[in-house]
């Protein structure tokens, strides 16, 4: 009998002995038991199963975080489905598109959304049902599989068949399906577990999101690979924070989260007392917040550095020198390279384009072979589309994002998906779309865009290209600030200079 390469398998290898043993505990006091989380969990796939759902199907999840999303997450595991998840702020606009693309057998979303979604489904040839599941854990999702049987096998699967699908837009604007392996995740959890020295005493503080690799793959994958324990909240609360750090030994977040904490002059040493790990990730650390957060509770901050098409390549240690400004040396199992344009090995501290390989790696991006083609060396190595550099002792900086990429909060935003937006407004001649450095979310969303002066046309205001821009993009997409100038800055081959704009308006968001 071949040994069972599902990751859910995994993780149940690595429960507490006493299945009662808790899961987790929200912060309105609930506790869950991991026996809890597998019964529920087995009747949520069996349920999705009897619908039709057939394994290889993707199941499309567009929710708030709570308990029974994460139940819904261990049921598509556990029956074979591909878990799609989808940020709740994403619009009806970009939701037609993910599920266009791909092409769900189920899709399970907020009670008021139900409509909007059938709407959009209306013809498809794979949708077998849509189902409801609200923030706090009620809904048709539940309703549909409460008398579903408590007991369901752990689908046979190989290490290479798809676990998660994960989408992250691209340099055109046309969002990039990521295809996750069952090995991809649980080959980098093992990883993690032992460069983070995870065990069944710890208790993981989670306040991320659970529609992102950060907080679904490698904070619930940390915890369910070493038998621990989680408190469990819906968002993130500094002073929520505080409260409950005294009851936890490791805190995940994005940097976003440790300078709230700074802010608040209620934390301190005594809050992190049973605390004996910080990390960081999601975005860049600044050197003044590890500093300052060393020097206000005595923990210095882990830093490590992923992306949604590899999980983690590189941590600071756990044990040794955690150096402010790098993102620590690659983990176990991973190689990472810094090269040239033209593909060639730099040399120790030269910056270049970052690459990467391991069997963290996805394959490839669903349905667009070509751009797997162009994002993959012939020897394997993945271009991150970073720039770096490694030092002598192999830590990694990275000092660039070749693509402009904005991260506004630990959520990454396209830049060209937005100028989309914009240019289609009437009255826009042209836009850029940059990111300038915030204090509380490490980057925000500026637009800047270039009238169109012919007779009769009508110059949209700030106002009103933040608002058009609301209607179609998530949130953290929109625009903070729109600036207007006379002509984008070109070089010489016509490419506009976002580099030359981020200078001119890095004071431009507050």
């Known amino acids: 009998m071949p040994v069972n390469a599902n990751l859910y398998a995994h993780f149940q290898r690595h429960f507490p002995a006493e299945p009662g043993s808790t899961l987790l505990v929200t912060a309105g006091g609930r506790s869950v038991s991991y026996a809890e989380a597998d019964e529920t969990s087995a009747r949520i796939a069996n349920g999705l199963l009897q619908l039709g759902a057939v394994p290889g199907d993707r199941v499309t999840v567009q929710v708030e975080k709570s308990v029974e999303n994460l139940f819904l997450y261990f049921a598509c595991l556990r029956a074979g489905l591909v878990y799609h998840p989808l940020n709740p702020a994403y619009t009806t606009a970009e939701l037609e598109y993910f599920l266009g693309d791909a092409e769900p057998s189920i899709v399970v979303?907020?009670?008021?959304?139900?409509?909007?979604?059938?709407?959009?489904?209306?013809?498809?040839?794979?949708?077998?049902?849509?189902?409801?599941?609200?923030?706090?854990?009620?809904?048709?999702?539940?309703?549909?599989?409460?008398?579903?049987?408590?007991?369901?096998?752990?689908?046979?699967?190989?290490?290479?068949?798809?676990?998660?699908?994960?989408?992250?837009?691209?340099?055109?604007?046309?969002?990039?399906?990521?295809?996750?392996?069952?090995?991809?995740?649980?080959?980098?959890?093992?990883?993690?577990v032992e460069a983070w020295g995870f065990s069944a005493s710890d208790r993981l503080l989670h306040m991320l999101p659970i529609y992102h690799v950060h907080g679904l793959f490698v904070a619930i994958s940390c915890v369910l690979m070493s038998g621990a324990s989680m408190s469990w909240h819906h968002g993130f609360s500094d002073t929520a924070a505080i409260v409950a750090l005294p009851r936890c030994t490791v805190m995940m977040g994005v940097p976003t989260y440790y300078t709230r904490l700074l802010g608040n002059p209620d934390f301190g040493p005594s809050c992190c007392a049973n605390m004996r790990l910080f990390i960081s990730g999601s975005a860049p650390l600044l050197a003044e917040t590890f500093t300052a957060f060393e020097a206000r509770t005595g923990h210095t901050i882990l830093e490590r550095y992923g992306m949604s098409e590899t999980g983690m390549n590189t941590s600071n240690p756990l044990r040794g020198e955690r150096r402010a400004g790098t993102v620590g040396p690659a983990i176990a199992g991973v190689t990472l390279r810094v090269v040239d344009d033209g593909g060639t090995q730099l040399a120790t501290g030269e910056i270049g384009n970052l690459q990467v390989r391991g069997p963290n790696v996805f394959s490839g991006y669903w349905h667009m072979p070509e751009k797997t083609?162009?994002?993959?060396?012939?020897?394997?190595?993945?271009?991150?589309?970073?720039?770096?550099?490694?030092?002598?002792?192999?830590?990694?900086?990275?000092?660039?994002?070749?693509?402009?990429?904005?991260?506004?909060?630990?959520?990454?935003?396209?830049?060209?998906e937005v100028e989309r937006v914009i240019d289609g407004i009437a009255g826009v001649r042209e836009s850029a779309v940059i990111g300038v450095p915030h204090a509380d979310f490490g980057e925000v969303v500026v637009a800047v865009i270039v009238a169109d002066e012919t007779a009769g046309a009508e110059i949209p205001t700030a106002g009103q290209v933040i608002a058009q821009c609301k209607t179609q993009l998530a949130n953290f997409k929109?625009?903070?600030?729109?600036?207007?100038?006379?002509?984008?800055?070109?070089?010489?081959?016509?490419?506009?200079?976002?580099?030359?704009l981020r200078e001119q308006f890095a004071g431009a968001a507050v």
């Open 109 to 192: 979303c907020a009670p008021d959304a139900v409509s909007t979604v059938e709407a959009l489904l209306a013809g498809s040839r794979v949708a077998k049902a849509v189902l409801s599941l609200d923030a706090g854990g009620s809904g048709s999702l539940m309703e549909r599989t409460a008398s579903a049987a408590a007991l369901a096998e752990v689908a046979l699967c190989s290490g290479s068949d798809m676990a998660a699908l994960l989408y992250s837009s691209g340099t055109t604007g046309r969002p990039k399906g990521i295809v996750l392996s069952h090995d991809n995740l649980r080959s980098n959890a093992e990883t993690l």
């Open 478 to 500: 929109v625009p903070k600030r729109v600036e207007r100038v006379a002509a984008l800055p070109r070089n010489a081959m016509g490419k506009v200079q976002k580099n030359l």
């Open 373 to 416: 083609a162009e994002d993959f060396t012939a020897d394997g190595f993945f271009n991150t589309g970073d720039k770096a550099l490694i030092d002598a002792d192999g830590y990694v900086s990275i000092v660039g994002r070749s693509k402009d990429m904005v991260i506004c909060g630990g959520l990454n935003v396209y830049p060209k």
